[in-house]
């Protein structure tokens, strides 16, 4: 009787350990925003943000690759998808995971060559 409480409780804990931790939860924790890009700060300090319809700013971290190509779309309107999203010294910090350019024909865009 008391072995089946001490293995109960270890499953529950494991189970709940594994809900709450973040790698056991991926996808959970993200959020999708949508806005204007651009790049905020002074050189060599620049950083790339994007401000949505409603006046958020998001300054935007993650992987170089993803980084390089959003300095590169600065000025359009993009749909990102970001985890991690929180408040650091007054500025909201998003990492992004994954963008896309919307097709929306009201919307300049420029035009890959």
């Not at 709450?20 to 999708?32: A, H, K, L, V, Y």
């Given at each position: 009787m008391h072995n089946r409480y001490i293995i109960y409780t270890l499953i529950i804990t494991v189970i709940l350990i594994l809900f709450?931790?973040?790698?056991?939860?991926?996808?959970?924790?993200?959020?999708?925003i949508k806005g204007?890009?651009?790049?905020?700060?002074?050189?060599?300090?620049?950083?790339?943000?994007?401000?949505?319809?409603?006046?958020?700013?998001?300054?935007?971290?993650?992987?170089?690759?993803?980084?390089?190509?959003?300095?590169?779309?600065?000025?359009?309107?993009?749909?990102?998808?970001?985890k991690d999203i929180k408040t650091i010294d007054r500025f909201q910090s998003a990492t992004v995971v994954k963008f896309e350019i919307p097709a929306n024909p009201l919307i300049e865009t420029k035009k890959k060559e």
């Open positions: 709450f931790s973040p790698s056991g939860c991926t996808g959970i924790n993200q959020q999708t204007r890009l651009y790049v905020t700060g002074n050189e060599p300090f620049t950083q790339i943000a994007v401000e949505t319809k409603e006046g958020e700013v998001y300054r935007l971290q993650g992987v170089k690759d993803i980084i390089g190509e959003l300095r590169s779309l600065q000025g359009q309107i993009v749909s990102l998808t970001c």
